[in-house]
């Protein structure tokens, strides 16, 4: 099944499909194994950090395995290239799937690398699913202090039709109040309570373009009621990163204290596979994207 495929399928069914990203192979374990004991479809999503640390060819190679092994639905997307030849690499060493970030870029410029994206990833693979981005992101996935959604960040559903039209993207990453990271209110720990989504312009934006696959970047502390009203909206792929780094290395660090004569690496790792992996499934019940397969 493919990516276009398995978001068709969320969008008739009202329910998203988590994309979860990785760093190395024992996170790309975490999440399958979760997906398949809940039989949901999933995305695993490299940024170009991550894909410079796991290997691109390698990222591919290891979900291919994992794929035939688990015979689950499982997407593999290279998020937020910012650059043309950043897509290219991920498209030939065999991604799924591949999201072209051009929102620093001017609404033209943005629309031209797009559509120059779309037209090498489909060509070489018509079945591939494309992501553009529209609206400007704020933050990076870490904890972070408060930060500030503009109006003027917003995705405006008149330039996301005309995008779709002008490029030819399966799905588009909107801003609709939405950031990447959590934010923490004080000094004493996270708090995971991101603002409240904008959820009359995703509504505005849904009506524009109703066929679009719609995508929530900056899935991690934002309220569940949100992301639940967001998918009714029309949502069906939900993007996690911080929330998976916050349990793995809180975890990790727990470990290491509580066993400090422990070398094993498999030894020090498994709890903090583990804590990823309950993230990993409280998400895809969130989602409602269990038993999908
Ligand atoms: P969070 O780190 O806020 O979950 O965002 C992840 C993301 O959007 C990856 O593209």
């Known amino acids: ?83 043309f030849e950043s897509v290219k690499q991920a498209v030939d060493a065999g991604y799924s799937a591949v999201h072209f970030d051009g929102s620093v870029l001017s609404f033209e410029e943005n629309v031209k690398v797009t559509k120059q994206v779309v037209d090498y990833a489909k060509k070489k693979n018509p079945e591939l699913l494309v992501e553009g981005e529209l609206g400007y992101l704020r933050g990076e996935s870490v904890v972070h202090k408060k930060i500030k959604v503009k109006p003027k960040d917003l995705t405006s559903p008149e330039q996301a039709k005309e995008f779709i039209e002008k490029t030819g993207v399966d799905s588009l990453a909107i801003v609709v109040g ?31 373009i109703p ?14 009621e949100d992301i639940k009203k967001a998918i009714k909206l029309g949502i069906v792929k939900i993007n996690i990163n911080t929330e998976l780094r916050i349990a793995y290395s809180e975890e990790l660090e727990e470990t290491i204290k509580e066993h400090p004569e422990e070398i094993k690496p498999y030894k020090i790792l498994a709890p903090a596979v583990e804590a990823m992996k309950e993230v990993v499934e409280e998400k895809i019940d969130l989602f409602g994207s269990k038993g999908k397969i």
């Not at 950031?179 to 989504?197: A, Q, R």
């Not at 066929?211 to 569940?224: A, E, I, R």
């Open 1 to 83: 099944m493919n990516g276009i495929h398995i978001l068709k399928k969320a969008q008739k069914g009202k329910y998203a499909v988590g994309q979860f990203n990785v760093s190395t192979d024992e996170h790309i374990k975490a999440i399958i194994i979760a997906a398949k004991d809940l039989k949901s479809p999933v995305i695993i999503g490299t940024s170009e950090g991550e894909r410079k640390f796991i290997g691109t060819k390698q990222a591919a190679a290891l979900v291919e395995v994992w794929q035939k092994e688990a015979g689950l639905p499982i997407i593999l997307n290279a998020d937020h290239c910012k650059t």
């Open 178 to 208: 939405n950031i990447h990271g959590v934010e923490t209110k004080s000094d004493l720990g996270t708090d995971m309570k991101n603002p409240p989504l904008y959820l009359d312009k995703l509504r505005e934006i849904q009506q524009a």
């Open 211 to 224: 066929k679009t696959f719609l995508v929530l970047h900056g899935g991690s502390g934002t309220p569940d």
